[in-house]
């Protein structure tokens, strides 16, 4: 019996020429859009195999990481809020998961995929049948895009495993990310970076004691929660963005 390497475990037992087993099972995500009030205004579209959405910045489709459950290989899929229709936008049958982030007039995203030890960035135009091209930060580890901001210029990650200096959130100009620079720690995989609307701060989650939501500004090194931070701004990052947004659970 052959099963998926990466992990998990195989369910079943054989005897006298009969073998029994037990299928995976995942429960199924609901796609759910709520205001910033947190009220719950409909459902988007139910799924028991995607996750980590990315509403696109017009609001009519949603990138998510689709998980073949037999494989535990995943790529990355497009969902046509108009038409609620499914379209497969990356090809590389990764194990693991595949996370996205729209650049900002949603014609291109960048996404993250297992290659060979570690997971690497590409970019890629919606529509494009290859893989991309393959984002060269000079770092060896594991990274997992996080953002890109609405101005396309800056990008922000998460890397561990990093062989050459610490794990944490990274950050760089989209013209040069051979130059990355350290933004915060974290080591939260399913609660990735994300930029501000102005593309000036990033908000993620650190788990201390408890998870708790920071922010940092994007070019200064000091960190700061966001119940507590003051700079000079009378809003916090994420407050003037007033459109609905998506969520999984």
């Given at each position: 019996?052959?099963?998926?390497?990466?992990?998990?475990?195989?369910?079943?037992?054989?005897?006298?020429?009969?073998?029994?087993?037990?299928?995976?099972?995942?429960?199924?995500?609901?796609?759910?859009?709520?205001?910033?009030?947190?009220?719950?205004?409909?459902?988007?579209?139910?799924?028991?195999?995607?996750?980590?959405?990315?509403?696109?910045?017009?609001?009519?489709?949603?990138?998510?990481n689709?998980?073949?459950?037999?494989?535990?290989?995943?790529?990355?899929?497009?969902?046509?809020?108009e038409?609620g229709?499914?379209?497969?936008?990356?090809?590389r049958?990764?194990?693991?998961?595949?996370?996205?982030?729209?650049?900002?007039d949603?014609?291109?995203?960048?996404?993250?995929?297992?290659?060979?030890?570690?997971?690497?960035m590409?970019?890629?135009?919606?529509?494009?049948?290859?893989?991309?091209?393959?984002?060269?930060?000079?770092?060896?580890?594991?990274?997992?895009?996080?953002?890109?901001?609405?101005?396309?210029?800056?990008?922000?990650?998460?890397?561990?495993?990093?062989?050459?200096?610490?794990?944490?959130?990274y950050?760089?100009s989209?013209?040069?990310?051979?130059?990355?620079?350290?933004l915060?720690?974290?080591?939260?995989?399913?609660?990735l970076?994300?930029?501000?609307p102005?593309?000036?701060?990033?908000?993620?989650?650190?788990?201390?004691r408890?998870?708790?939501?920071?922010?940092?500004?994007?070019?200064?090194?000091?960190?700061c929660?966001?119940?507590?931070?003051?700079?000079?701004?009378?809003?916090?990052?994420?407050?003037?963005?007033?459109t609905?947004?998506?969520?999984?659970?």
């Amino acid at each position: 019996m052959v099963f998926a390497d990466l992990g998990g475990w195989a369910s079943f037992d054989a005897s006298q020429g009969t073998v029994a087993w037990k299928e995976q099972y995942d429960p199924p995500f609901s796609f759910r859009w709520y205001n910033q009030r947190g009220q719950l205004l409909g459902i988007a579209f139910d799924s028991a195999m995607a996750d980590l959405p990315r509403l696109a910045p017009n609001g009519r489709a949603i990138l998510t990481n689709r998980l073949n459950q037999q494989t535990h290989t995943s790529d990355a899929w497009l969902y046509d809020l108009e038409r609620g229709s499914w379209t497969r936008v990356t090809f590389r049958d990764a194990p693991g998961f595949t996370s996205t982030a729209w650049s900002g007039d949603g014609r291109r995203f960048i996404y993250s995929s297992l290659t060979g030890k570690y997971s690497e960035m590409y970019v890629k135009s919606v529509g494009d049948s290859t893989e991309g091209a393959l984002l060269k930060t000079n770092q060896e580890g594991l990274k997992l895009i996080g953002d890109w901001s609405a101005d396309n210029k800056s990008v922000v990650w998460l890397l561990s495993e990093n062989v050459d200096g610490k794990d944490g959130i990274y950050g760089a100009s989209f013209d040069s990310l051979d130059k990355p620079f350290f933004l915060a720690e974290s080591k939260t995989e399913d609660d990735l970076p994300r930029f501000s609307p102005d593309g000036q701060w990033i908000a993620y989650v650190r788990h201390l004691r408890e998870s708790r939501c920071f922010c940092s500004p994007l070019h200064e090194s000091t960190c700061c929660t966001a119940e507590s931070f003051n700079w000079g701004r009378t809003q916090s990052p994420l407050e003037s963005r007033r459109t609905p947004f998506v969520l999984s659970h």
